[in-house]
């Protein structure tokens, strides 16, 4: 009964270097989201993908790409990091687009120094 | 473009009693989904509950209810019987029936005094 699993829990990264966020889900969810949570912010939506193979850029995009070859997975990746990418990454899944509530990993914390 | 307001950086409340959270929202929508998210200290966002705005009953779940007043625009949740689990930052939540993106409050961190 995992739900969705994120990976690392906390990283830290130096300025220009690159990572990438793990995201899996076993709920067979053809929808999953990266959003992120800044300090006294709600969530912002990065990307989503609506099923495998197929993504798109949601409200904050710039400076992250993503990838959906699997229902299961759905990793975050930032190719050049910089301090303004210092959040809380959630990544998100659900059975549906519109009338469905999310369900959520447990967070990444990223500083970016 | 919508907007979700939580106008309670914080609020605090004495274990068992009442409190309620606030929540206004901006939209020319008729159509959409309300929702109340909690995360507590494990970070986790979990569902409290969710309203459609075409039901006029107004949406409960244990001792969370929420007061749903369309013309107003606003979406309170009422914690009854608050307990030391209930402790957490609340976010507020706006989606559209045309649109796929939840809209978010800024969040109210509610602390429970023993």
């Known amino acids: 009964n995992a739900g969705v699993t994120q990976t690392p829990k906390f990283r830290i990264l130096k300025i220009g270097q690159s990572m990438t966020l793990q995201c899996a889900q076993d709920?067979?969810?053809?929808?999953m989201y990266w959003y992120r949570q800044d300090p006294g912010m709600g969530l912002k939506l990065i990307y989503y993908?609506?099923?495998?193979?197929?993504?798109d850029k949601g409200e904050v995009p710039n400076g992250y790409n993503v990838s959906r070859s699997t229902t299961e997975d759905f990793p975050l990746r930032l190719e050049l990091a910089a301090p303004s990418q210092t959040s809380v990454y959630f990544c998100?899944?659900?059975?549906?687009?519109?009338?469905?509530?999310?369900?959520f990993g447990n967070g990444t914390r990223l500083t970016v120094t | 473009a919508q907007t979700v307001t939580q106008s309670q950086p914080e609020m605090s409340v004495q274990e068992a009693e009442t409190v309620t959270l606030s929540c206004t929202y901006d939209?020319?929508?008729?159509?959409?989904?309300l929702f109340w998210y909690k995360q507590p200290p494990s970070r986790q966002m979990i569902l409290v509950i969710r309203?459609?705005?075409?039901k006029q009953q107004n949406a409960t779940e244990n001792r969370f209810s929420v007061n749903f007043q369309k013309a107003a625009k606003s979406f309170s949740l009422k914690i009854s019987d608050s307990q030391l689990g209930d402790a957490a930052m609340y976010f507020c939540?706006?989606?559209?029936?045309?649109?796929?993106?939840?809209?978010w409050g800024a969040g109210t961190k509610l602390i429970i005094k023993p």
């Open positions: 998100a899944s659900s059975p549906a687009l519109y009338n469905s509530p999310l369900h």
């Open positions: 709920m067979n969810h053809n929808y």
């Open positions: 993908s609506v099923g495998a193979g197929i993504t």
């Open positions: 939209t020319s929508e008729s159509d959409y989904y």
């Open positions: 309203q459609e705005a075409y």
């Open positions: 939540a706006y989606r559209s029936d045309s649109n796929y993106q939840l809209i």
